[in-house]
């Protein structure tokens, strides 16, 4: 089955401590991307990869880190999380030019 | 940046009208795309209209796109109760050399009531 694998689903952590939202595309897909979804704000882009070795800075970068040594994965490393990054994050994939497919999201609370 | 612009925020009307979202963008794209979301899960994609098309259809979908005006119009006809969703507009700039990715905006939350 085509799909976008995140996780965690949900984390609870504390303030500095590293974490890292794991993400997989079983579709071979060259496009990958992260989003933050807040009420009010819609979704923000954070970093996107147009393919291996390939990231660009999206419109929320700060605080996070993405690396993208393989085509199917696309991790997103919040090196000293803090409270204002508490969010519902989603990673999705693409072809270049094509319909996005998204994970189910990974709900972070950070105190 | 945040390219695309849903109007309105929140549109609540009965069921078995017609629900009209309209996207404003600001920059060339090489296409839009409009997406659904129910309550906290991932989105879903509806609908591609690529930049050399005006209107294309999808069931009860119909989307329109005016490339002179930067805008874009969804159409939702006789709508349902499960169509209860918020819908985003994302536009692509991605193949032809576009630094933004593919970008979303902050969505119209659209409610049916039975």
């Known amino acids: 089955e085509a799909q976008v694998t995140q996780n965690p689903r949900y984390l609870i952590t504390v303030t500095g401590k590293k974490l890292t939202v794991t993400c997989s595309q079983n579709?071979?897909?060259?496009?990958m991307s992260w989003y933050r979804q807040d009420p009010g704000l819609g979704l923000r882009q954070i970093y996107y990869?147009?393919?291996?070795?390939?990231?660009d800075k999206g419109d929320v970068p700060e605080g996070y880190k993405v690396s993208r040594k393989e085509k199917r994965n696309f991790p997103l490393i919040l090196e000293s999380p803090s409270p204002n990054q508490t969010s519902l994050y989603f990673c999705?994939?693409?072809?270049?030019?094509?319909?996005?497919?998204f994970g189910e999201g990974s709900r972070l609370t950070v105190l | 940046s945040q390219q695309g612009e849903e109007d309105p925020q929140a549109l609540s009307i009965q069921e078995g009208e017609n629900a009209t979202m309209n996207c404003s963008y600001k920059?060339?794209?090489?296409?839009l795309q409009w997406y659904r979301q129910n309550s906290g899960r991932g989105l879903v994609h509806l609908i591609l209209i690529r930049s050399n098309e005006r209107e294309k259809h999808s069931g009860r979908l119909r989307v329109t796109l005016d490339t002179s005006k930067k805008s874009s119009s969804l159409l939702i006809t006789a709508s349902r109760a499960a169509d209860t969703a918020s819908y985003f507009c994302?536009?692509?700039?991605?193949?032809?050399?576009?630094?933004?990715?593919?970008?979303f905006g902050k969505g119209t939350h659209l409610i049916i009531q039975p």
């Open positions: 994302a536009t692509d700039a991605r193949s032809g050399g576009g630094a933004d990715g593919l970008t």
């Open positions: 990869s147009m393919n291996v070795e390939v990231t």
């Open positions: 579709m071979n897909h060259e496009y």
């Open positions: 920059t060339s794209i090489n296409n």
């Open positions: 999705a994939s693409s072809f270049l030019a094509g319909e996005l497919f």
